[in-house]
């Protein structure tokens, strides 16, 4: 009897295909590692589908968010590790894959989640090393390794570059780390006067954008620091209950938690992504003034809004135009135009004609259970739906058509 394989029961639970932490785009093109699976996927943007490209060769010892970022250069895109222990290349010419081992001689997360083209190497941040890795990319070989801090307690965030530099946020205090990649030298800069541990960064124009745990965005510009803190009033983070009911809190200006889970120049504004906050908000880089974008789907009633402790995860900036929010609420992208401030909403679906695809062994095929929860997918945003019966298949077949 056909056994139905680990990637089929996966297909089974569609809204785990749909994101990645780091897709790369390009004419139109994405390409993203799925987050639970670790499988590479490529995405036809125009047409809103995926196929599946090929299962990473350490699947099988996979975990969550193994290797969920990723970037394309020229024809080979580059997997990162985030708790995998290899960055793996698969070559689109070849449909191969090339392992770059990491020296790890502690056995430490990996953590690389910021990273950058520059000519031929890639510059890669490993938060569980505390290093920045130099790779060259026609070889595919790790050419150096430098130490950000050999501060044992330290604890690496979240890194930019901009120029020949790249700066790295201190964890645990008001730090930043910045790191020549000519001279391979680091040199530290404290902010004595913000009093809030970091999580965001964001460089633009010689202007330093940063934001912690409160209801505070700092801009640091040479020697002076800016408070921006006229949130708005219905701003607030979300808080449970024990009866599963959500309740927003407006009134707290410090948060356990970091109040966004990331920052993104694009257009005219900084963008401040909530992670368990409410709102998405974007600050005009001249002006400094602050301005709501406006989800009406995004209003939250549920628990399970949370299931991953966040609002949103960021999937890609492309053209430093379009900013890609993966929705855990709604299960679909949100991709903001950040000059025009218009949004369109993509519902990603299968590719059907992908499903029976051989991935070193492994076969996808149509089967009941498959059929359903694809089915469900596409007509998922509509009003009525039909009864799913046993001839699921031709129901599938005369929607798409």
């Known amino acids: 009897m056909w056994k139905e394989s680990k990637v089929v029961q996966v297909i089974k639970k569609s809204r785990e295909l749909f994101w990645g932490d780091q897709w790369c785009v390009e ?61 793996w290349c698969y070559d689109l010419f070849d449909n191969m894959f090339v392992k770059i081992k990491i020296e790890n001689p502690n056995y430490v997360e990996i953590g690389i989640l910021d990273f950058w083209k520059s000519e031929n190497v890639l510059w890669a941040v490993s938060m569980g090393l505390k290093q920045i890795i130099e790779i060259d990319i026609s070889t595919k070989k790790i050419i150096g390794y430098y130490n950000i801090t050999n501060r044992t307690e330290e604890v690496i965030g979240k890194s930019v570059k901009t120029g020949n530099y790249i700066y790295s946020l201190s964890g645990l205090e008001s730090r930043i780390y910045q790191f020549n990649i000519k001279t391979k030298e680091v040199k530290i800069k404290e902010f004595d006067t913000i009093k809030d541990r970091l999580h965001t960064i964001s460089i633009c124009e010689g202007k330093i954008w940063l934001s912690g ?74 002006s400094n003034n602050i301005s709501v974008f406006e989800i009406v789907e995004e209003n939250i009633n549920d628990f399970e809004t949370f299931e991953m402790n966040c609002k949103y995860i ?88």
């Open 213 to 286: 745990n409160k209801k505070k965005i700092y801009i640091c510009e040479k020697d002076s620091i800016k408070i921006i803190d006229d949130f708005p009033k219905s701003f607030g983070i979300y808080k449970f209950k024990k009866n599963r009911n959500v309740v927003l809190d407006c009134i707290l200006n410090e948060y356990n938690i970091f109040t966004f889970i990331d920052s993104i120049d694009a257009g005219n504004y900084i963008w401040f992504i909530p992670f368990q906050t409410n709102k998405i908000l974007y600050v005009d880089k001249i």
């Open 27 to 87: 004419n139109n093109n994405g390409w993203f590692v799925a987050g639970n699976i670790n499988i590479l996927f490529f995405v036809d943007m125009v047409n809103n589908s995926y196929k599946i490209i090929a299962k990473l060769p350490d699947y099988i010892n996979g975990t969550f968010r193994a290797n969920s970022n990723c970037i394309k250069c020229g024809e080979v895109i580059f997997c990162m590790p985030n708790r995998g222990e290899y960055i």
């Open 314 to 401: 960021p999937q890609y900036v492309y053209d430093d135009r379009y900013i890609g929010l993966y929705s855990l609420k709604n299960e679909v992208i949100y991709e903001i135009d950040a000059l025009t401030l218009e949004m369109k909403t993509r519902y990603i679906t299968v590719d059907i004609k992908n499903l029976e695809k051989n991935i070193y062994g492994w076969s996808l095929r149509e089967r009941i259970g498959t059929e359903k929860a694809l089915y469900k997918k596409l007509i998922d945003r509509k009003k009525s739906v039909s009864n799913i019966n046993k001839n699921i298949g031709r129901e599938i077949y005369d929607f798409i058509n």
